[in-house]
């Protein structure tokens, strides 16, 4: 993040501010080589860092993590204790912390090629066939030849697909229920999350309007795929 793109961004309360820090943590764990958000908290009598790891917004307690010579530290905050927060390692998040205002911009190396969609798209389907015991056609539509951020998007609609197709089959009823009415899956991008079925093909869209941030998280998915069914 250059010194132009920081002066955008606006004053957050720490509230926000642990909500955004999970949500990065969220995507953070989801990778080979998680780069979890570095954090300062200063309460009213004490300070504390290490890595965020979790935060619980009904216990209203946060959990930072670290390791040292391979042992592990941990440490619970209250957050109605917490008087201030610093953040680091969040470098390519500030789109988070200016909801919008800052665009989303991927590394290019999460961009994929073509070719690499369609072989994850591909991955996908025989991974639903082994859970579901059926074949179902996956396919992505766009209307023009998708740019690198489309592509990124997509890419990341196969892993939340995964996920949710994943949670459905560990439930028989809906299982049942997903296989007997469905035979191909479509997803696009839009500005809205949405789920249509029409002769067993279900057509999904993914909010981008807001990048991953308005994407739906897999039981939010699942809930709009099964109330179709």
Sequence with gaps: MDFITMLQLPVLDTNEVLKIAQEIADIERKEERPRMPKVSIRTHCDSASGFFVNYDSQKQVVLLCDIYDRDAQFQYIQVHSISSISLSNINKYGYLLSDGTIPFVPDASEI?????????IYSLELEVKGLSEKEIAIAYKSDETPADLEKFYASKVTSLLKE???????????KEA?????????FNLGDKNNSNLEKEVISITIDTSKGLKSFPKAAALQSLIEKGL
Excluded at 165 to 172: F, G, V
């Design 164 to 174: 949710t197709l994943s949670k459905i089959a560990a439930d028989n009823l809906a």
């Design 112 to 120: 994929p090629t073509m070719l690499q969609l369609k072989k994850d």
């Design 178 to 186: 997903f296989t007997k009415s469905i035979s191909t899956i479509d």
